[in-house]
């Protein structure tokens, strides 16, 4: 099979194979995000439904409250203390109060639970209402719900209950209004929900019970199984219900029991969420998917023949630039002109000529502080003999001035003067390259990076705002996500408060210190910025050869030290700067020096 007939035939299963794979999980996702909205939603909508109840029954509750203060209960609980009461007089005084008070239901009911008058019953006078004995204090319960018996069947009623008393007796006051078509026309539901109202009447399913905002329920055997279960088990379930053969008819059915007083199931509301929307967007990104698939394939047979002619082409590249590598030259750089497989072998071949190079400058800036280190041992090993000699000679010279005090005292005194000093000056250089030829090897334990920085700028606090010299603003920029690293906390202090001290001293006139930390390309970045007046690029290739300084009372040590414990680490330290435009130190560490870097590790 030639070439272009093997990548037409690559090209074409990879991007049906991807297509439809991405369209699959696309599809997965939808339905996913879309069931985990309509789940928020039915609760939603179900904490609308509590919440509207709750407020249809406090409004229930002031209507009976009124009822239960008017000049009619106190007429009527007066006629009860009397010692034969007639409540015949009351029989349809409940009607006028409860078309008074805008109530559906109505009933004033004695203290020994006959009914006095009832608006929705009027012929049930003098039956028992026993219920109403069974709280002793209905003052202080909250609306609930009931099922009213009527004339005509019975029906399911939100009621509040109040007592009047008055002569040690109790006159009931039982108001409120019917749950049906109308109490879900009020609810504020959103676009595409709707609510029904099942009102229990027993284990058996009734569909004339099933009724909605206008009035009964279209299919309700539609409904049957999941009414049923919910009866049998009184706890809110949800459900799918497809009402014809089209998918879009599809609705989820979130059901929540409503129980009575007593925990009697008396009714189920359920709430219907549409599904159309899901099986129209899943539908969409079938078509879409199909539609990018025959696309695909007639690009395919279309790139094919190109890709055959250009494939070999950056190979060819790679190969002249890995040539140029053996012979010498590292600085060689392949160009990346595409994000296939060709494209990542010529990143990799670029990470590594880049990490070819970085080895050879970390292994030339440790072989260049090792020269340092053995030439700082040679110059102290040569300068201190002759001291103790030239120390003997000074104090053999003092002892002759004592003996005889008036010859050559002038002369002594001021030769003795003169040597002491520069033996001390001599001893104190002496010291400074002593101290940086015997360096320690870090002792490696984990450190958190962020943590030294703030402990290094909060060392130096006090002299960012010293009194009488100009403020130094500290800006800390710490990457949170910074991983700790295996350091030797001391030396990394060390190296730290050398660069905060020497930006410092770049701002005489006051400026901003910048500390920075960050992540790149698996290193620890470390960055110490001034507003200082910058260096030029001549001083920045000097900036860390030992002895070298730019300051007036420097020793040139400093930044050497910071290099040595730096390399030490196995990184690299650079510095950036431009005149009148600020200095920044920067230090890219490992998470892990590697082994032959430091004597020992601690956890």
């Known amino acids: 099979m030639s070439l272009r007939k093997k990548l037409l035939a690559l090209i074409a299963v990879t991007v049906l194979a991807t297509v439809a794979l991405v369209g699959g999980i696309v599809a997965i996702r939808a339905r996913q995000a879309f069931e ?20 249809r029954g406090l409004e229930v509750t002031r209507q009976v409250e009124s009822v239960a ?44 639970g006959t009914l006095i008058s009832s608006a929705q019953w009027p012929a049930r006078f003098g039956y028992k209402e026993d219920w109403l004995q069974q709280e002793s204090d209905w003052t202080s319960q909250p609306a609930f719900l009931r099922r009213e018996e009527l004339a005509d069947g019975s029906a399911l009623a939100l009621i509040a209950v109040r007592a009047l008393r008055l002569n040690d007796r109790n006159l009931y006051i039982a108001g409120g209004h019917r749950v049906g078509k109308d109490f879900l026309a009020g609810l504020a539901l959103p676009a595409g929900t709707r609510a029904l109202l099942y009102r229990s009447a027993g284990p058996q399913f009734v569909p004339q019970n099933l009724a909605d905002s206008s009035g009964f329920a279209a299919q309700p055997d539609k409904l049957q199984p999941l009414i049923t279960r919910v009866s049998a088990h009184p706890v809110e379930t949800s459900d799918t219900i497809q009402w014809s053969d089209d998918p879009a008819s599809a609705e989820s059915i979130h059901a929540i029991p409503l129980q009575g007083r007593d925990g009697s199931l008396l009714g189920i509301l359920l709430l219907a969420s549409s599904r159309r929307e899901l099986v129209e967007l899943i539908q969409h990104i079938k078509t879409i998917s199909l539609s990018v698939g025959a696309i695909g394939i007639v690009i395919a047979v279309l790139f094919s023949g190109w890709a055959a002619r250009r494939v070999t082409r950056p190979v060819e590249h790679l190969a002249a630039a890995a040539r140029e590598v053996g012979a010498g030259d590292w600085r060689v750089h392949v160009d990346v002109n595409s994000d296939d497989e060709i494209g990542e072998l010529a990143t990799a071949f670029n990470n590594m000529t880049r990490e070819l190079i970085e ?40 002892r002759a001035r004592e003996q005889n005090p008036a010859q050559f005292e002038e002369v002594f005194q001021e030769s003795t003067s003169t040597l002491l000093a520069e033996i001390s000056n001599l001893k104190g250089i002496i010291g400074r390259f002593s101290d940086f030829a015997k360096m320690p090897r870090p002792e490696l334990r984990g450190i958190a990076v962020n943590d030294l920085a703030r402990d290094v700028v909060k060392l130096f606090q006090a002299q960012l705002t ?77 900036l860390f050869t030992p002895y070298y300084t730019t300051k007036q009372h420097g020793t040139g040590l400093g930044l050497a030290i910071v290099q040595s414990v730096v390399s030490d680490h196995g990184g690299r330290i650079s510095v950036r700067s431009q005149p009148q435009q600020g200095t920044t130190f920067c230090i890219d560490l490992p998470q892990r020096p590697p082994a032959e870097s ?5 956890a």
């Open 466 to 542: 010293a009194p009488g010299r100009p403020e130094i603003k500290a800006a800390l920029q710490l990457d949170d996500a910074l991983p700790a690293i295996q350091a030797d906390p001391d030396l990394l202090h060390r190296a730290l408060s050398n660069l905060v001290l020497n930006a410092l001293d770049a701002m005489p006139t006051g400026g901003t210190l910048t500390v920075r930390t960050s992540q790149h390309d698996g290193l620890v970045r470390l960055e110490v910025g001034d507003t200082g007046s910058g260096l030029t690029p001549e001083e920045c290739e000097r």
């Open 359 to 398: 080895q050879r400058e970390r292994l030339v800036q440790s072989e260049r502080v090792a020269a340092w280190r053995e030439l700082a041992r040679r110059l102290a090993h040569e300068l201190k003999n002759p001291l103790f000699p030239l120390q003997i000679t000074v104090e053999n010279l003092l």
């Open 69 to 112: 203060s008017g000049e009619v209960a106190q007429r009527i609980a007066v006629a009860q203390s009397q010692p034969t009461p007639d409540f015949a007089q009351f029989v349809n005084e409940a009607q006028a109060i409860a078309a008074a008070h805008q109530l559906e239901f109505l009933e004033v009911v004695a203290d020994d």
């Open 36 to 55: 985990s909205l309509e789940d928020q939603r039915s609760r939603a909508l179900a904490d609308q439904f509590r919440r509207e109840f709750t407020r």
């Open 598 to 602: 430091a004597r020992g590790v601690h």
